[in-house]
């Protein structure tokens, strides 16, 4: 609001009353300061831009219910019913509100995205992708609504926008693991062993020139192992489509090791477990980072998507299974937080993924060691308008 100064006093015309220079300024600072007061009263109400949201999750929630009670999130991931506990989750949690979470590769759901706001189609209200490179640029596009949940202020620094244009909600860790019982007293003891021809046609990987965050792992594995050691261990396995692929195939029993994919942190504690995570506690490198989320500007139902990301974001949430993105949350037991593991390299995955021209570079040469990627996307073909 702009406000118009005082007109000067003619002082040719004689007045009844002379005001103080201190009583005018001390009314326009009353003024000032009931308009300030008035905005952020209603910018309370609705999360003021720049400020951490101070509603709790039942007044957000009251708030999505009277929206309509449902909402779309475009989410990166393999399998179609992968984020189904997510979903049962929510809306056990907030009843009457549902939630289409609608999964497929991240390098297919950006372009997806990408096309409905130049058609101005867009579907999704949230996007949870592992494509960190599109958000700084959506950012830029004004395309993102700039949102901070409640517990933004606790979220390491590495893991959101200053802006809130976008916050991590999950961190996702990749790397190796294997099955206790397959590989018996013969476990290995860092993937440089997966060279070693005893392993031949007992390994499963995603493939690395399907998957950006599985080809940033095995970039990582070539820096430290060698081309040769790809080579060998190329001969050793089946790749797969679907970064998860391996690990379902070692924890059913089906391949001794897992390799490129989603990996549980793994303390070594739990002498029950059938299968054994190779990370932290080996000097391997793995890769970990955080999945980032935002609302987009356009989204038909923000009330529903602000309710979202404040209980991903939440301590309930938080304190589950796996690191947390936010320092006030403890790590699982015998752990130390994620960005405390230099093996994690939490850094490398975000310049990796800017860095398109590099990526592809890379990509083309792991293709020249393993061929390329077979078969058809494990989450189906969704088309253009999945969750319309």
Same mark, same amino acid.
Do not use: C
């Given at each position: 609001?702009?406000?118009?100064?005082?007109?000067?006093?003619?002082? &040719?015309?004689?007045?009844?009353?002379?005001?103080? %220079?201190?009583?005018?300024?001390?009314?326009?600072?009353?003024?000032?300061?009931? *308009?300030?007061?008035?905005?952020?009263?209603?910018?309370?109400?609705?999360?003021?831009?720049?400020?951490?949201?101070?509603?709790?999750?039942?007044?957000?929630?009251?708030?999505?219910?009277? +929206?309509?009670?449902?909402?779309?999130?475009?989410? $990166?991931?393999? #399998?179609? /019913?992968? =984020?189904?506990?997510?979903?049962?989750?929510?809306?056990?949690?907030?009843?009457?509100?549902?939630?289409?979470?609608?999964?497929?590769?991240?390098?297919?759901?950006?372009?997806?995205?990408?096309?409905?706001?130049?058609?101005?189609?867009?579907?999704?209200?949230?996007?949870?992708?592992?494509?960190?490179?599109?958000?700084? %640029?959506?950012?830029?596009?004004?395309?993102?609504?700039?949102?901070?949940?409640?517990?933004?202020?606790?979220?390491? /620094?590495?893991?959101?926008?200053?802006?809130?244009?976008?916050?991590?909600?999950?961190?996702?860790?990749?790397?190796?693991?294997?099955?206790? +019982?397959? *590989?018996?007293?013969?476990?290995?003891?860092?993937?440089?062993?997966?060279?070693?021809?005893?392993?031949?046609?007992?390994?499963?990987?995603?493939?690395?020139?399907?998957?950006?965050?599985?080809?940033?792992?095995?970039?990582?594995? *070539?820096?430290?192992?060698?081309?040769? #050691?790809?080579?060998?261990?190329?001969?050793?396995?089946?790749?797969?489509?679907?970064?998860?692929?391996?690990?379902?195939?070692?924890?059913?029993?089906?391949?001794?090791?897992?390799?490129?994919?989603?990996?549980?942190?793994?303390?070594?504690?739990?002498?029950?477990?059938?299968?054994? $995570?190779?990370?932290?506690?080996?000097?391997?490198?793995?890769?970990?980072?955080?999945?980032?989320?935002?609302?987009?500007?356009?989204?038909?139902?923000?009330?529903?998507?602000?309710?979202?990301?404040?209980?991903?974001?939440?301590?309930?949430? &938080?304190?589950?299974?796996?690191?947390?993105?936010?320092?006030?949350?403890?790590?699982?037991?015998?752990?130390?937080?994620?960005?405390?593991?230099?093996?994690?390299?939490?850094?490398?995955?975000?310049?990796?993924?800017?860095? %398109?021209?590099?990526?592809?570079?890379?990509?083309? =040469?792991?293709?020249?060691?393993?061929?390329?990627?077979?078969?058809?996307?494990?989450? $189906?073909?969704? $088309?253009?308008?999945?969750?319309?």
């Amino acid at each position: 609001m702009l406000f118009n100064p005082l007109p000067t006093p003619n002082q &040719q015309q004689p007045r009844p009353h002379r005001f103080s %220079r201190t009583l005018v300024a001390a009314t326009i600072a009353l003024s000032v300061a009931a *308009v300030g007061l008035a905005l952020g009263t209603a910018a309370h109400s609705e999360g003021r831009p720049g400020a951490e949201e101070t509603r709790t999750l039942d007044q957000l929630y009251r708030a999505a219910k009277a +929206e309509g009670g449902r909402f779309v999130v475009y989410a $990166g991931g393999d #399998w179609k /019913d992968q =984020q189904d506990d997510t979903k049962r989750a929510f809306e056990k949690r907030f009843p009457g509100i549902k939630v289409e979470m609608v999964v497929d590769y991240s390098k297919y759901q950006d372009a997806r995205i990408d096309n409905q706001l130049a058609t101005g189609t867009l579907v999704p209200d949230v996007v949870q992708l592992q494509t960190l490179q599109d958000f700084p %640029r959506w950012k830029r596009e004004g395309a993102l609504l700039s949102y901070k949940p409640a517990g933004f202020g606790k979220v390491h /620094d590495r893991f959101k926008d200053e802006d809130g244009a976008w916050v991590a909600t999950n961190v996702l860790a990749f790397g190796a693991a294997y099955n206790k +019982e397959l *590989v018996g007293h013969d476990a290995p003891h860092s993937v440089r062993d997966f060279a070693d021809p005893k392993w031949k046609g007992r390994i499963a990987s995603a493939y690395p020139n399907d998957d950006d965050a599985t080809l940033y792992l095995y970039s990582r594995y *070539v820096k430290k192992f060698g081309w040769h #050691w790809l080579a060998g261990m190329a001969r050793n396995t089946e790749f797969l489509r679907g970064s998860d692929s391996a690990g379902n195939q070692m924890s059913a029993g089906k391949k001794a090791i897992g390799l490129g994919g989603w990996v549980t942190p793994d303390a070594g504690k739990d002498p029950a477990a059938t299968t054994v $995570g190779m990370l932290p506690n080996t000097s391997d490198p793995f890769m970990a980072w955080g999945q980032r989320e935002a609302i987009l500007k356009h989204a038909k139902h923000p009330a529903a998507a602000k309710l979202f990301l404040n209980w991903q974001l939440s301590k309930e949430q &938080q304190t589950s299974d796996g690191w947390s993105v936010r320092t006030d949350v403890a790590a699982p037991a015998g752990l130390k937080r994620v960005w405390q593991y230099q093996n994690a390299d939490i850094d490398g995955f975000p310049a990796f993924m800017t860095d %398109r021209g590099a990526a592809e570079r890379l990509r083309q =040469q792991m293709t020249v060691y393993i061929g390329e990627a077979k078969g058809e996307p494990t989450p $189906g073909r969704l $088309g253009t308008h999945p969750g319309r």
